[in-house]
T-cell receptor
Framework: DTGVSQDPRHKITKRGQNVTFRCDPI?????LYWYRQTLGQGPEFLTY????????KSRLLSDRFSAERPKGSFSTLEIQRTEQGDSAMYLC?????????????FGQGTRLTVV | SQQGEEDPQALSIQEGENATMNCSYK?????LQWYRQNSGRGLVHLIL?????REKHSGRLRVTLDTSKKSSSLLITASRAADTASYFCATEETSGSRLTFGEGTQLTVNP
């Protein structure tokens, strides 16, 4: 499978716990995005990497959220001290650079439930 | 605030009919893209139209873009029950590289 993969697909955690999600983008893509989506809403932008550099962060990304892409390949999104409002689908997407690489490819998402 | 806003929020049609969804946005864009999402799944790219293009076709899909009105429409012709899904427009702004999504249109095609 050469698409974007996310792990885990589902995560149930107790309020206050930390969680970490992983995204493996398409190997030749240098751009990687994280989005959050709640039921009935469109994806909300969280952050964006070009290679290992985190170039943009949304105001939605509070100090409890941190994302890394240490070697410019896979990325992790960590949520510390989870709250019930963090329950959502977390989507990762990757994209190549250049004029011809305009389509973003999405993973299947990680569904987080905070109880 | 959301860059893209889709209209209608929900659309229910019979198989064989055409479905039209509209999207409005606020800022200057490089391109506008339409994505489809089946319930609980990831998004799948459908079609992209660049800011210097006015119309584009792909199979049963037709997209138009009016940059003067900052709006786009997606037409699905001869709809099928399998087209039932949520459809989102997303804009790539000239100011950066993020894709900004609208709230989506939930399309239901009844057999």
């Amino acid at each position: 499978d050469t698409g974007v993969s996310q792990d885990p697909r589902h995560k149930i955690t107790k309020r206050g716990q930390n969680v970490t999600f992983r995204c493996d983008p398409i190997s030749e893509h240098n751009r990687l995005y994280w989005y959050r989506q709640t039921l009935g809403q469109g994806p909300e932008f969280l952050t964006y990497f070009q290679n290992e550099a985190q170039l943009e962060k949304s105001r939605l990304l509070s100090d409890r959220f941190s994302a890394e892409r240490p070697k410019g390949s896979f990325s992790t999104l960590e949520i510390q001290r989870t709250e019930q409002g963090d329950s959502a689908m977390y989507l990762c997407a990757s994209k190549g650079s250049g004029v011809l690489n305009t389509e973003a490819f999405f993973g299947q998402g990680t569904r987080l439930t905070v109880v | 605030s959301q860059q893209g806003e889709e209209d209608p929020q929900a659309l229910s049609i019979q198989e064989g009919e055409n479905a039209t969804m509209n999207c409005s946005y606020k800022t200057s864009i490089n391109n506008l893209q339409w994505y489809r999402q089946n319930s609980g799944r990831g998004l799948v790219h459908l079609i992209l139209i660049r800011s210097n293009e006015r119309e584009k076709h792909s199979g049963r899909l037709r997209v138009t873009l009016d940059t003067s009105k900052k709006s786009s429409s997606l037409l699905i012709t001869a709809s099928r029950a399998a087209d039932t899904a949520s459809y989102f427009c997303a804009t790539e702004e000239t100011s950066g590289s993020r894709l900004t999504f609208g709230e989506g249109t939930q399309l239901t095609v009844n057999p």
